[in-house]
């Protein structure tokens, strides 16, 4: 599964962006797919996630303001962000957790950076 993320850019506080991460290959083993982020100087955190069954998961920090959807014909996930605050400025990448041979094995996409200005 090989992922490739976009949307990212430059927004004012308050702003809003949609991200997309379109993923490639073995698509019908995916078993969901997160964003993450990390911004300089800081771990990646888990953003929010969407499972094969449509279940959707959120950091807590993000709760209210991001949605997390996707568009199973175009193998294509978003993040739909609202209410942008600087704090949200970040790397943000798309992972996903595919079964094969057996097994679950996760890939991640290069990222798309976001950046909020004050």
């Known amino acids: 599964v090989q992922l490739q993320a976009s949307g990212g850019g430059l927004v004012q506080a308050g702003g809003s962006l949609r991200l997309s991460c379109a993923a490639s290959?073995?698509?019908?083993?995916?078993?969901?797919i997160a964003w993450h982020r990390q911004a300089p100087g800081k771990q990646r955190e888990l953003v929010a996630g969407?499972?094969?069954?449509?279940?959707?998961d959120y950091a807590d920090s993000v709760k209210g303001r991001f949605t997390i959807s996707r568009d199973n014909a175009k193998n294509t996930v978003y993040l739909q962000m609202n209410g942008l605050r600087p704090e949200d400025t970040a790397r943000y990448y798309c992972?996903?957790?595919?079964?094969?041979?057996?097994?679950?094995?996760?890939?991640w996409g290069p990222g798309t950076q976001v950046t909020v200005s004050s």
């Open positions: 290959g073995t698509t019908s083993s995916i078993k969901a």
């Open positions: 969407i499972r094969s069954d449509g279940n959707t």
């Open positions: 992972n996903a957790r595919f079964a094969t041979m057996g097994e679950i094995k996760g890939s």
